[in-house]
């Protein structure tokens, strides 16, 4: 016959698996990450509506350029970033994704990514690229509620101040705590000046969901910023995806060598493969 302990040591071990199981309900699945590169991005002047079936869009306005490129330093993911510049006050440049419409905003459960400002940026010491997220608040089956929700790290003080020449990451979601502002009215946002919790937007607008892009900007009003980003993560019920952006891909499977595909990937440095074989040797050995 089993001890009274005995029955309360396996009661509680069905105690905890029971808790870390519950405690998993409603997190996104652990992220998966894609690699986006030139080669995946369509680039439109700003204010220009995106092709049908379009995934990857940027935008740039007078002198505002993105491109992705190595480092700077050690990127977060891989080797590369992608680099936005904004040399004048007018000038604008915004990464967006469009794989994500539909989704309602009270399933997200994991908004962040990465940001590197450059040391020799004359901007105002507190900006760094913004993230944007355009949404319906009435839901898609009902005409009007536009707005783009922005998340700034300047209003996020309690994740740190910007600091230059540094990789740094920011949570957009924290738990529902993170503050973000609207670019229009909404219910419980005014436009522009008042900033409010995700929780406390997702409550106000409880049939909100994503209507368009979703992504990185560099906005007007911000002359001599020089940044930029990595890990744009987004995640929503047991959906999750790091976009992981580089200057080219690096082979990383036999996959990536067989059948032609050789030609498209590259060594971490840079360089290319002659044949399939050099591929494979590179993937087995990393030389």
Not at 55 to 80: C, I, K, M, Q
Not at 229 to 245: A, E, M, Q, R
């Amino acid at each position: 016959m089993k001890s009274f302990a005995s029955f309360k040591f396996i009661a509680l071990v069905a105690f905890v698996l029971l808790a870390l199981t519950v405690s998993t309900v409603g997190f996104a699945a652990v992220c998966e990450k894609t690699v986006v590169t030139n080669e995946d991005v369509v680039r439109l002047p700003h204010g220009s509506a995106p092709a049908p079936g379009t995934h990857w869009a940027l935008y740039t306005r007078d002198n505002g350029t993105g491109e992705f490129v190595t480092g700077p330093g050690t990127p977060p993911s891989g080797v590369g970033s992608l680099s936005l510049k904004t040399p004048g006050s007018n000038d604008k440049v915004y990464l967006f994704n469009y794989d994500h419409i539909g989704t309602t905003l009270s399933s997200i459960n994991a908004i962040s990514y990465s940001t590197y400002r450059d040391a020799s940026s004359t901007a105002n010491p507190v900006q760094a690229p913004a993230l944007n997220l355009e949404v319906d608040i009435n839901g898609p089956n009902v005409t009007g509620g536009f707005t783009t929700l922005v998340f700034e790290p300047v209003y996020n003080t309690n994740q740190g101040a910007v600091i230059p020449g540094q990789w740094q990451n920011w949570d957009a979601f924290a738990g529902g705590t993170a503050t973000w502002w609207s670019t229009k009215d909404i219910p419980g946002v005014c436009a522009f000046s008042c900033y409010a919790t995700w929780s406390q937007i997702v409550a106000a607008n409880p049939e909100a969901t994503i209507l368009g892009g979703f992504g990185v900007n560099q906005g007007g009003g911000n002359p001599g910023l020089i940044a930029n980003v990595d890990n744009l993560t987004l995640g929503y019920s047991d959906t999750c995806v790091t976009y992981d952006f580089e200057p080219y891909k690096v082979a990383a499977t036999k996959d990536d060598c067989k059948a032609g595909s050789w030609n498209s990937f590259k060594r971490a440095d840079g360089t290319g493969f002659k044949n399939q074989g050099q591929c494979i040797q590179y993937v087995n050995t990393g030389k």
